[in-house]
């Protein structure tokens, strides 16, 4: 007789079995859905990976889904004959919980998140295996992986512990038995082991799944004539047939007038696992030299590894409705990982590999025709429903603007999508269109302004100018921005440039010639001064010089107009990329008290130490206001003090 070991649940797992069992779900019949979903994808997988290795598939294999019912003992088994899992595979699945997320849901389950919340948190972990104990108060799972003879039990009550033993299964698959509890109508707990209460369910949640889900009925029926009247005097009599619950068509197959929006939300889940709705639905069919079918959605909502570099993202592919790939990459540009869904096409062979894949001129067609009609409903979303837009936008528009940065083919469809912050509105966003029709009648030129945050943006000097003027700025604070900028150099004929980048006119041409004329009288003036501050200043900035941009601060950096930001050169080298030591501007504003008064002292003395030091304030205060780091902290501190406690 095969030992027994007993495992406790780790704890976070012990955790999420008490938030599901408890307030997770609203209606403890979605217990059915989550399981079937489940056994699906286990189908689902088995048949891809038998595309390789076609003996993974054993004799007498069924494609289906059985549900099997016994209402004296009150159980309900799950079976299906799909990919199965291995001992090691059972504790990393059911016994613990690895991924990544768990601990940010437990969290905020912990702060009184509500419900909603966490239905949709927890359908990107895929845990909803433990939705079978809202509705059992024992479950057990007995399954077999592919490929492998041993099979494994696993049995527990929910109550932080479980027991795992060798077992026997007469094929791969998994059947999962739930020992249910008595039934309790007003508190939600029907009769799960009554298969018409089943049928209703799975017709409710689980109908497009595209195996078949299968349970036997008890039918009556009556001995007819040949005329097809029941005989008189017969007994009638009862007999078990098995009945399909579920459609099984294609829900991509179908004409979209004829598929509900719940359809289609249910349908999302299914391959998602992402419980709230999609924000959008596409739904194309190509027919003619390549024929193929797509089922589409952009999500509400964002994986909580979006953008962290582990996220793994694809369309499932399927030719002839028979899934060839779960996860197919080269369907989908990666700047549009966030889509999810699944693309059939009756022109790929069923046993193809990746590498193949990749060099299919199909996929490739394909691809680019998903990359267009994506953009398109996406346009066509941003002009007919702005709201639902910036809602797409504030999830997915970091991820959007990286095709500004690698894809040059669509770079001019991806331009009207753009928006942005400004300085314009505190809480708005906008479009360059919108920037334009805004801008002031002696304004030439888009500015922007690249930054960590708004907050620090705010309070730049760089803005000094511009805000005098009445003249917007768009606020770029995504890391990914710094990159986009560069590949964003005009729009409707305006120059794009940065505010922090070489030197500023701004005005009508007079004005320009104007203000010229007075910065080279100044620096002519104070051409002692700012030699001095150079020669002092020579290993940290490049130039000093006065500036045009400042209207209260004494002095800023600034970047010459084809250097790299501080911001980018901060990326870089968190992303361990060498790069060559690049000095700045250091700009002075001459009408400023202190460069007045430096100005005095250097006339004064030239020789002055106090002209070297305030020099030295000069450059740390431009580098704090726009958020870099002081080199030489401690330095910087003793210098403070030493102004500050002369100036009391």
Same mark, same amino acid.
């Given at each position: 007789m095969p030992s027994t070991e007993t495992h406790q649940f780790q704890a976070e797992t012990t955790q999420l079995l008490s938030l599901v069992i408890n307030s997770l779900y609203t209606s403890k019949d979605i217990f059915l859905r989550e399981l079937i979903s489940n056994a699906s994808d286990a189908l689902d997988r088995l048949r891809f990976e038998a595309v390789m290795k076609p003996e993974l598939i054993p004799e007498g294999h069924v494609d289906e889904i059985r549900l099997e019912v016994d209402p004296e003992a009150r159980t309900l088994t799950i079976h299906d004959d799909g990919i199965g899992m291995s001992r090691d595979e059972v504790v990393a699945n059911i016994g613990t919980i690895a991924q990544s997320g768990t601990r940010e849901l437990l969290k905020q389950a912990a702060e009184g998140a509500s419900s909603e *919340?966490?239905?949709?948190?927890?359908?990107?972990?895929?845990?909803?295996?433990?939705?079978?104990?809202?509705?059992?108060?024992?479950?057990?799972?007995?399954?077999r992986r592919a490929g492998e003879d041993a099979a494994t039990l696993w049995e527990s009550t929910g109550e932080g512990q479980y027991d795992l033993s060798e077992a026997r299964r007469e094929r791969c698959g998994t059947s999962i038995t739930l020992h249910l509890e008595d039934v309790d109508e007003e508190a939600g707990l029907h009769d799960y082991a009554d298969p018409s209460v089943l049928r209703d369910i799975v017709k409710r949640y689980s109908d497009f799944i595209t195996h078949p889900v299968v349970c036997a009925m008890e039918r009556t029926v009556f001995e007819r004539d040949s005329e097809g009247k029941i005989v008189e005097g017969d007994q009638p009599r009862t007999v078990v047939e098995d009945q399909v619950f579920n459609a099984m068509r294609p829900i991509w197959t179908r004409p979209p007038a004829e598929v509900g929006d719940d359809e289609y939300a249910e349908f999302y889940r299914h391959i998602s696992h992402d419980w709230t709705e999609p924000l959008k639905t596409i739904s194309l069919k190509a027919e003619g030299r390549l024929e193929y079918r797509a089922l589409l959605f952009i999500p509400s909502q964002a994986p909580l590894d979006l953008g962290a570099g582990a996220i793994t993202y694809g369309l499932q592919l399927y030719a002839k409705s028979v899934m060839?790939?779960?996860?197919c990459e080269d369907l989908l540009e990666p700047w549009l990982r966030f889509v999810r869904g699944v693309v059939d096409s009756a022109d790929l062979p069923l046993n193809v590999s990746r590498e193949m894949l990749q060099q299919d001129r199909h996929i490739?067609?394909?691809?680019?025709?998903?990359?267009?009609?994506? *953009?398109? %409903?996406?346009?066509?979303?941003?002009?007919a429903d702005p709201d639902r837009y910036r809602t797409f936008w504030r999830v997915f528009g970091r991820i959007l603007k990286e095709g500004m940065v690698v894809s040059s083919e669509h770079r001019e469809r991806l331009i009207p999508l753009l928006l942005f912050s400004s300085s314009n509105d505190v809480e708005g966003l906008t479009t360059l269109a919108g920037y334009v029709e805004r801008m002031k009648p002696d304004q030439k030129e888009i500015f922007y302004l690249t930054g960590e945050s708004r907050r620090v943006l705010e309070g730049s000097p760089h803005l000094e100018a511009f805000a005098e003027r009445g003249y917007e700025v768009l606020f770029l604070t995504d890391p990914v921005d710094e990159l986009m900028v560069e590949t964003l150099t005009e729009f409707e004929d305006r120059p794009v440039r940065s505010a922090a980048r070489g030197a500023l006119d701004l005005g009508?041409?007079? !004005?320009? %010639?104007?203000?010229?004329?007075?910065?080279?009288?100044?620096?002519e003036a104070l051409g002692g001064l700012l030699g001095t501050i150079q020669e002092h200043l020579a290993e940290r900035v490049r130039e000093v010089r006065l500036s045009s941009r400042l209207t209260t601060s004494p002095a800023v950096l600034v970047a010459g107009e084809h250097d790299v930001s501080p911001q980018l050169q901060r990326m870089l080298r968190g992303s361990q990329i060498e790069m060559p030591a690049q000095l700045r501007i250091l700009e002075?504003?001459?009408?400023?008290?202190?460069?007045?008064?430096?100005?005095?002292?250097?006339?004064?003395?030239?020789?002055?130490?106090?002209?070297? !030091?305030?020099?030295?304030?000069?450059?740390?205060?431009?580098?704090v206001a726009e958020g870099s780091d002081v080199p030489d902290p401690a330095r910087f501190n003793t210098l403070l003090a030493d102004a500050l406690e002369r100036g009391l």
């Open positions: *919340l966490l239905s949709k948190l927890i359908g990107q972990f895929g845990v909803g295996f433990y939705s079978a104990f809202m509705v059992a108060d024992q479950v057990s799972l007995l399954t060839i790939m779960e996860r490739v067609q394909i691809r680019k025709w998903l990359t267009s009609r994506i *953009l398109k %409903d996406l346009g066509e979303l941003h002009t009508d041409d007079a !004005e320009r %010639d104007r203000t010229r004329k007075e910065l080279e009288s100044r620096a002075l504003n001459p009408k400023h008290p202190v460069v007045e008064k430096l100005a005095a002292r250097f006339d004064a003395d030239a020789e002055d130490n106090l002209i070297a !030091e305030t020099a030295e304030l000069l450059l740390a205060s431009a580098m």
